[in-house]
């Protein structure tokens, strides 16, 4: 049976080069909070991944959680952000940016002076947060949105992925998934608002469906995709709760009448979360048709089975890509991967921000240099 990883695949009208897709991954490269041309370099050395799904991007100065992440609400960043689509096409790549509003994840350190942390209810999310200036912090309690603060906050997202497409990228991924902002009305352990946005399944979905709506009629269906994760628990969010399943296939069933071009499921359980049950993977699949990504502790044989089964029609692989910028050719070749430094994931090591970043040689540097 021929591999089906390594060859072409199409998603909606876009052609990719392959069914492997580099799943979002915070990197922390984007001083000021604005795309460089380290960052365009960074993610041009993987563009022959089929599909390149940048790393969380807040779609608000309000979303701006963690130290040195990106937005896309600025001229200033669109610019940074041509930068990056430029490279990626010059070599035949396809990426989208993923829109990520941290919501409670976050702290005041880490965002402008009149920007604030929100959420859809005044709990704060367990843990500490990193703060360049005061290292480890602890989450503060966020203050809750108004309901008319909400509607606006889906017009900033909806106003964001017009700017992406300005900026020259292919699509959006909506992040909502792992504890972030979407994830946080969803979960009801993060949600105890009374309002319409709060309560019931369908009340919890509304954020969620109305930033998807509003983003296909701006951009298109075809540029617009989504990622939920299922029984996650990142982030403090209750990785189960009565109405996970009902909550997910409204979601899916919703997401496909909008004719989103991707859903894009995370399971976390290869870093210790729990497994996304089969039969839930199943059950999403049946009410939404369009493409399905999952993502989540891959290797080639498990990928190649999924995507041979039906299971999945793009599979995403994710730290793989931080060592190897070559990850699709070393994993059609069989050949052994680097392994990565986790200590320059978000920061970078003492020679400077490339460190750990753009310094990771292809397989052809590395036999080179034996």
Same mark, same amino acid.
């Given at each position: 049976?021929?591999? $089906? %990883? +390594?060859?072409?695949?199409?998603?909606?009208?876009?052609?990719? #080069?392959?069914?492997?897709?580099?799943?979002?991954?915070?990197?922390?490269?984007?001083?000021?909070?604005?795309?460089?041309?380290?960052?365009?370099?960074?993610?041009?050395?993987?563009?022959?991944?089929?599909?390149?799904? /940048?790393?969380?991007?807040?779609?608000?100065?309000?979303? @701006?959680?963690?130290?040195?992440?990106?937005?896309?609400?600025?001229?200033?960043?669109?610019?940074?952000?041509?930068?990056?689509?430029?490279?990626?096409?010059?070599?035949?790549?396809?990426?989208?940016?993923?829109?990520?509003?941290?919501?409670?994840?976050?702290?005041?350190?880490?965002?402008?002076?009149?920007?604030?942390?929100?959420?859809? #209810?005044?709990?704060?999310?367990?843990?500490?947060?990193? /703060? !360049?200036?005061?290292?480890?912090?602890?989450?503060?309690?966020?203050?809750?949105?108004?309901?008319?603060?909400?509607?606006?906050?889906?017009?900033?997202?909806?106003?964001?992925? $017009?700017?992406?497409?300005?900026? =020259?990228?292919?699509?959006?991924?909506?992040?909502?998934?792992?504890?972030?902002?979407?994830?946080?009305?969803?979960?009801? $352990?993060?949600?105890?608002?009374?309002?319409?946005? =709060?309560?019931? /399944?369908?009340?919890?979905?509304? +954020?969620?469906?109305?930033?998807?709506? *509003?983003?296909?009629?701006?951009?298109?269906?075809?540029?617009? *995709?989504?990622?939920?994760?299922?029984? =996650?628990?990142?982030?403090?969010?209750?990785?189960?709760?009565? !109405? @996970?399943?009902?909550?997910?296939?409204? @979601?899916? &069933?919703?997401?496909?009448?909008?004719?989103?071009?991707?859903?894009?499921?995370?399971?976390?359980?290869?870093?210790?979360?729990?497994?996304?049950?089969?039969?839930?993977?199943?059950?999403?699949?049946?009410?939404?048709?369009? &493409?399905?990504?999952?993502?989540?502790?891959? !290797?080639?044989?498990?990928?190649?089975?999924?995507?041979?089964?039906?299971?999945?029609?793009?599979?995403?692989?994710?730290?793989?890509?931080?060592?190897?910028?070559?990850?699709?050719?070393?994993?059609?070749?069989? /050949?052994? @991967?680097?392994?990565?430094?986790?200590? &320059? +994931?978000?920061?970078?090591?003492?020679?400077? +921000?490339?460190?750990?970043?753009?310094?990771?040689?292809? %397989?052809?540097?590395?036999?080179?240099?034996?």
């Amino acid at each position: 049976m021929a591999s $089906k %990883l +390594f060859s072409p695949a199409q998603l909606g009208q876009l052609a990719l #080069s392959n069914h492997i897709v580099m799943a979002p991954m915070t990197r922390s490269r984007a001083l000021g909070n604005v795309p460089n041309a380290l960052m365009a370099e960074y993610y041009a050395q993987r563009a022959s991944a089929g599909l390149i799904i /940048t790393e969380g991007t807040a779609p608000s100065a309000n979303g @701006l959680g963690y130290a040195r992440i990106p937005g896309l609400f600025t001229p200033e960043q669109v610019a940074g952000w041509k930068l990056v689509t430029d490279a990626v096409h010059a070599k035949g790549g396809r990426i989208f940016v993923q829109l990520m509003h941290t919501g409670r994840i976050s702290h005041p350190l880490n965002m402008a002076a009149d920007a604030e942390i929100i959420a859809p #209810s005044a709990i704060a999310a367990a843990g500490d947060m990193w /703060t !360049d200036q005061e290292q480890m912090q602890p989450q503060p309690t966020p203050r809750a949105l108004t309901t008319e603060e909400v509607k606006q906050a889906v017009r900033e997202y909806v106003t964001s992925a $017009k700017l992406a497409i300005e900026a =020259g990228f292919d699509g959006v991924e909506i992040h909502g998934a792992n504890g972030y902002l979407i994830d946080q009305f969803l979960n009801p $352990k993060s949600n105890q608002r009374t309002d319409e946005y =709060g309560g019931s /399944t369908e009340n919890r979905a509304r +954020f969620a469906l109305e930033i998807a709506k *509003g983003t296909v009629e701006a951009i298109g269906a075809g540029r617009t *995709g989504i990622r939920l994760s299922p029984h =996650g628990a990142m982030n403090d969010v209750a990785a189960a709760y009565d !109405d @996970l399943n009902d909550l997910y296939l409204h @979601l899916a &069933t919703e997401l496909q009448k909008l004719n989103l071009v991707y859903l894009h499921l995370a399971d976390h359980s290869s870093m210790g979360a729990p497994e996304v049950p089969a039969a839930l993977v199943a059950s999403i699949r049946e009410q939404f048709t369009n &493409t399905l990504i999952l993502s989540g502790g891959y !290797d080639v044989e498990r990928a190649e089975a999924d995507l041979q089964s039906g299971r999945a029609d793009l599979v995403a692989f994710g730290r793989g890509f931080i060592a190897n910028p070559d990850l699709t050719e070393r994993l059609e070749q069989g /050949t052994e @991967l680097a392994q990565a430094d986790q200590a &320059t +994931f978000y920061a970078p090591g003492p020679e400077g +921000f490339h460190q750990g970043y753009t310094d990771y040689p292809v %397989l052809a540097e590395t036999e080179a240099a034996r």
